[in-house]
């Protein structure tokens, strides 16, 4: 007559972000199957094992997706939970710790849980992930892929040729009232990497659709900036010619008064301040040029002219425009100071 034991296995919350780590849930889920002996390797044990493993898989990933708020395609689901295979290899029995006696109620079991997917399913999962992190903000590696996140879990996992790989661990324990219990006392982390898998795989077309939301709701927000900066440099431009206009017109009228207070005099004066006059022409224009290589972000605000305010939309071709402007600045200011100074001589 066949025995019964218990499958206990403390599963991991699935987290759709697909940036935290496979952590185990406090709740213990159970699963019933039948046990042929005592032994950690034998054949109707493995298999009764793997068909409950399948069975924690199928409960695991129903509620994922009924939690999730993406829509899954469940065409692709019913493909992926008909062919996934569960396989239990290079089962070793484990032996007492050091200083321990063999127990004769319980074995302790360590094996290799190997998952084989239908074909497709790794690429579609890989594709999956690597859409939903584009726009994850809260996602730790944005250049990670799927591969990585199972090799960096605290439960490491291997991705590979369709398969994922990990560490299996059960134990067998002979009890007075239940038979022979078996248990899984740490987690099944093989288990919920299949699961994340599925769930980003049937979850692939929600993730493109939503990163294609995205990226028009960005183009359109960049149109309408693009838009206003067009605006506002065309508005800066205009602001700049106008004072431009100015400073030429002021800059013509100065040098026209400081040719007029040259003139007042005479021959010999003029030979006299002609050296210093060549002088003041040769500072002037050196001074200005130094001068007039300060950017305009070295101005405090409230010390910018009218048009500066508008800095922040300038391009280059305006910046070399402000210095040229800056230039005449200096001039003007440089050939009034002449003027005075001219007037004084005598």
């Known amino acids: 007559m066949n025995k019964f034991f218990i499958f206990t296995a403390l599963t991991a919350t699935v987290l759709l972000t697909g940036c935290d780590k496979i952590k185990p849930k406090d709740k213990v889920e159970k699963v019933d199957a039948v046990v042929s002996e005592w032994s950690c390797t034998n054949q109707d044990n493995l298999n009764n094992i793997q068909a409950a493993l399948k069975k924690a898989y199928l409960k695991q990933i129903e509620r994922s997706l009924r939690e999730s708020e993406y829509q899954a395609d469940y065409d692709v689901l019913d493909k992926i939970n008909k062919g996934l295979k569960f396989s239990i290899k290079n089962v070793r029995t484990l032996d007492p710790a050091e200083g321990e006696q063999a127990s004769k109620t319980q074995l302790?079991?360590?094996?290799?849980?190997?998952?084989?997917?239908?074909?497709?399913?790794?690429?579609?999962?890989?594709?999956?992930?690597?859409?939903?992190?584009k726009n994850c903000e809260e996602c730790e590696y944005s250049n990670q892929t799927l591969g990585d996140y199972f090799a960096d879990n605290e439960y490491s996992l291997t991705l590979e040729?369709?398969?994922?790989?990990?560490?299996?661990?059960?134990?067998?324990?002979?009890?007075?009232?239940?038979?022979?219990?078996?248990?899984?006392?740490?987690?099944?982390?093989?288990?919920?990497?299949?699961?994340?898998?599925?769930?980003?795989?049937?979850?692939?077309?929600?993730?493109?659709?939503?990163?294609?939301?995205?990226?028009?709701?960005?183009?359109?927000?960049?149109?309408?900036?693009?838009?206003?900066?067009?605006?506002q440099t065309?508005?800066?431009?205009?602001?700049?010619?106008?004072?431009?206009?100015?400073?030429?017109?002021?800059?013509?009228?100065?040098?026209?008064?400081?040719?007029?207070?040259?003139?007042?005099?005479?021959a010999e004066q003029k030979e006299q301040l002609q050296q210093d006059q060549s002088d003041w022409f040769e500072k002037r224009d050196v001074d200005c040029k130094v001068l007039s290589q300060k950017s305009v972000y070295d101005t405090p605000e409230?010390?910018?002219?009218?048009?500066?305010?508008?800095?922040?939309?300038?391009?280059?071709?305006?910046?070399?425009?402000?210095?040229?402007?800056?230039?005449?600045?200096?001039?003007?200011?440089?050939?009034?100071?002449?003027?005075?100074?001219?007037?004084?001589?005598n």
């Not at 040098?255 to 005099?265: C, G, H, I």
């Open 108 to 133: 302790s079991c360590e094996s290799q849980l190997i998952v084989q997917f239908p074909k497709g399913l790794q690429k579609r999962a890989e594709n999956a992930y690597v859409e939903q992190q």
């Open 161 to 231: 040729d369709d398969q994922l790989k990990g560490r299996f661990y059960y134990d067998i324990t002979k009890t007075d009232k239940d038979g022979l219990v078996f248990n899984i006392p740490d987690q099944n982390a093989v288990i919920d990497g299949v699961v994340f898998m599925a769930t980003k795989a049937v979850q692939y077309v929600a993730y493109l659709k939503e990163n294609r939301l995205i990226e028009q709701n960005n183009e359109k927000a960049q149109q309408e900036y693009d838009a206003q900066s067009s605006a």
């Open 234 to 266: 065309e508005l800066a431009q205009k602001a700049m010619d106008i004072r431009k206009k100015e400073l030429e017109a002021e800059k013509a009228k100065q040098v026209e008064r400081l040719n007029q207070t040259w003139d007042k005099f005479s």
């Open 302 to 345: 409230k010390d910018r002219e009218t048009y500066q305010k508008q800095a922040d939309y300038w391009n280059e071709t305006m910046h070399k425009q402000n210095q040229d402007m800056q230039y005449t600045k200096c001039f003007i200011q440089r050939t009034i100071e002449r003027i005075v100074y001219l007037n004084n001589v």
